[in-house]
């Protein structure tokens, strides 16, 4: 089974601080992604990359930052962490490029993070 | 506006009891539309994956219908049990899109009481 593997559950964070949320994934796959998860609202993507040292944004990228050196892990970062940016975090990886038929996106448990 | 919305917010039903969600949807076209389980503090879970030319798609105790006309899905959970209790999310793929285009809803909280 693809294993997509977050570095902390629960993060708390002060306002200002830099904020880094790892990700990782045994599969190989191009694609990775982070999302994030708020009450009420569909996931919503921050940025997404399709290989090693690349990066775009995605729906919401202002306040973030991405780093992608090796093909298994991405990270995000939160240059100085505000308290609208207190939500829970979700990465996901895929293989190929486009969302193929029938091709799942796999999703880790998720951080929540709260910025006091 | 929401171009993927459910329905409903949330619902609460007795263990071997069923129950059906709603996702509308306004995307077109599209190419397939998901359904995911997500259980609390974990991400979601894949359930179904429907192409737009598909009408149905089961998953065990789980299936999803798609009428392409009224941009409706469904998922329908029968003889619920209490591990059904979690979030239900329903993402439509655009038909020009990757998976940097995939439009999520809000979810839809089950809660399976004894």
């Known amino acids: 089974d693809v294993k997509v593997t977050q570095s902390s559950r629960y993060l708390v964070k002060r306002t200002g601080e830099k904020v880094f949320l790892e990700c990782v994934q045994d599969m190989d796959h191009e694609n990775m992604f982070w999302y994030r998860q708020d009450p009420g609202l569909g996931l919503r993507l921050i940025y997404f990359s399709y290989d090693v040292k690349m990066k775009e944004k995605g729906d919401i990228p202002e306040g973030y930052s991405v780093s992608r050196e090796k093909k298994e892990r991405f990270s995000l970062i939160l240059e100085s962490a505000s308290t609208n940016q207190t939500s829970m975090y979700l990465c996901?990886?895929?293989?190929?490029?486009?969302?193929?038929?029938?091709?799942?996106?796999?999703f880790g448990s998720g951080t929540q993070l709260s910025v006091l | 506006k929401n171009q993927v919305e459910q329905s409903p917010q949330s619902l609460i039903i007795l263990e071997g009891k069923n129950c059906t969600l709603q996702?509308?949807?306004?995307?077109?076209?599209?190419?397939?539309l998901r359904w995911y389980k997500q259980d609390t503090g974990r991400g979601p879970v894949s359930l179904t994956i429907m192409t737009f030319s598909e009408n149905t798609k089961s998953n065990g105790r789980y299936t999803a219908t798609l009428d392409a006309d009224t941009k409706q899905s469904s998922l329908h959970i029968t003889a619920s049990q209490l591990s059904d209790s979690a979030s239900y999310i329903c993402v439509v793929n655009p038909l020009s899109g990757g998976y940097n285009k995939l439009i999520f809803g809000a979810g839809t909280r089950l809660a399976v009481h004894p």
């Open positions: 996702c509308n949807y306004t995307v077109s076209p599209f190419s397939n």
């Open positions: 996901a990886s895929s293989p190929y490029r486009r969302a193929r038929e029938g091709e799942k996106l796999f």
